[in-house]
Nanobody
Framework: EVHLVESGGGLVQPGGSLRLSCAAS????????MNWVRQAPGKGLEWVST????????????YYLGSVKGRFTISRDNAKNTLYLQLNNLKNEDTAMYYC???????RGQGTQVTVSS
């Protein structure tokens, strides 16, 4: 059974930083491309970033939503079965619940709240 646990969110001022983590279990983590999505209050899910896995032609290649490119960095530690998202230079519009997931999968954790406010 796939199990995903997000953590690391919090309240931060504009321009601040956070590091989100996603602890994964129940599947061979290293094989799969993983992504981060977010949901702002009153809005639908928005894809944020993807990192390829060992099953992909370009292992560990990364992809970003245009509005976060250059500010967010996705990474993974396959030895720890953990996915990360480094959030720098945060903006008010980054406020959302952030979720990790397997690309093409439907499972999500409980999410971690990121609130950017002065």
């Amino acid at each position: 059974e796939v199990h995903l646990v997000e953590s690391g969110g919090g309240l931060v001022q504009p321009g601040g930083s956070l590091r989100l983590s996603c602890a994964a279990s129940g599947f061979t983590f290293s094989n799969y491309a993983m992504n981060w999505v977010r949901q702002a209050p009153g809005k639908g899910l928005e894809w944020v970033s993807t990192i390829n896995g060992d099953n992909d032609d370009e292992t560990s290649r990364t992809y970003y939503l245009g509005s976060v490119k250059g500010r967010f960095t996705i990474s993974r530690d396959n030895a720890k079965n953990t996915l990360y998202l480094q959030l720098n230079n945060l903006k008010n519009e980054d406020t959302a619940m952030y979720y990790c997931g397997i690309v093409g999968g439907t499972e999500r954790g409980q999410g971690t709240q990121v609130t950017v406010s002065s």
